[in-house]
Antibody
Framework: QDQLVESGGGVVQPGRSLRLSCAPSGFTFSSYVMHWVRQTPGKRLEWVTMIWHDGSKEYYADSVKGRFTISRDNSKNTLYLEMNSLRVEDTAIYYC??????????WGQGTMVTVSS | IVLTQSPGTLSLSPGERATLSCRASQSISTVYIAWYQQKPGQAPRLLIYGASSRAPDIPDRFSGSGSGTDFTLTISRLEPEDCAVYYCQHYGSSPMYTFGQGTKLEIK
């Protein structure tokens, strides 16, 4: 069964860093575009970033550009999100999601990131 | 592109039909419109992609339609388990992915 499992969330002070991981299973990870999508406490969904199947291209939402970095290690079957200079407004549940025909066809259970002093 | 969903909340009885609207701020391609269902405490689940194609294992009670700026998710013969928040989503150039604010469906 296709599955995504995120980890690495927690409580962090503004300006600090955090790294999230996502472990896929049940499908050929290296064949898919992967994304990070976040959901704010107000339940709004926001696309954060994506990476091509081979890691050759990355795209970011303007709200995180220059602060967040997406990466993947296909040999280790893992997706990462490095988050630097965190802000209070980055507080959200972070989901990794598999990309397919312009949609997100598989989601993880999410990991909570709280940015607070 | 901004996606606006209506109504904000919909309250219907089992067996009734639900019609959820998603309006785009400008005309968009149907290829990249999707709908998701999110139940409390769970991640979103893909229901519809390409405006009208059902994702695997999604019951045929769920259907999508629309073009241009107006898109609709229809749930026929509502069941108690359909109680959830439903989101529309668009994929545009750049690339950029945009979500609507969601419609909460309550089953009486």
């Amino acid at each position: 069964q296709d599955q995504l499992v995120e980890s690495g969330g927690g409580v962090v002070q503004p300006g600090r860093s955090l790294r999230l991981s996502c472990a896929p299973s049940g499908f050929t990870f290296s064949s898919y575009v992967m994304h990070w999508v976040r959901q704010t406490p107000g339940k709004r969904l926001e696309w954060v970033t994506m990476i091509w199947h081979d890691g050759s291209k990355e795209y970011y939402a303007d709200s995180v550009k220059g602060r967040f970095t997406i990466s993947r290690d296909n040999s280790k079957n893992t997706l990462y999100l490095e988050m630097n200079s965190l802000r209070v407004e980055d507080t959200a549940i972070y989901y990794c999601a598999r990309g397919n025909v312009g949609a997100f066809d598989l989601w993880g259970q999410g990991t909570m990131v709280t940015v607070s002093s | 592109i901004v996606l606006t969903q209506s109504p904000g909340t919909l309250s219907l009885s089992p067996g009734e039909r639900a019609t959820l609207s998603c309006r785009a701020s400008q005309s968009i391609s149907t290829v990249y419109i999707a709908w998701y269902q999110q139940k409390p405490g769970q991640a979103p689940r893909l229901l519809i992609y390409g405006a009208s194609s059902r994702a695997p294992d999604i019951p045929d009670r769920f259907s999508g339609s629309g073009s241009g700026t107006d898109f609709t998710l229809t749930i026929s013969r509502l069941e108690p388990e359909d109680c959830a928040v439903y989101y529309c989503q668009h994929y545009g150039s750049s690339p950029m992915y945009t979500f609507g604010q969601g419609t909460k469906l309550e089953i009486k």
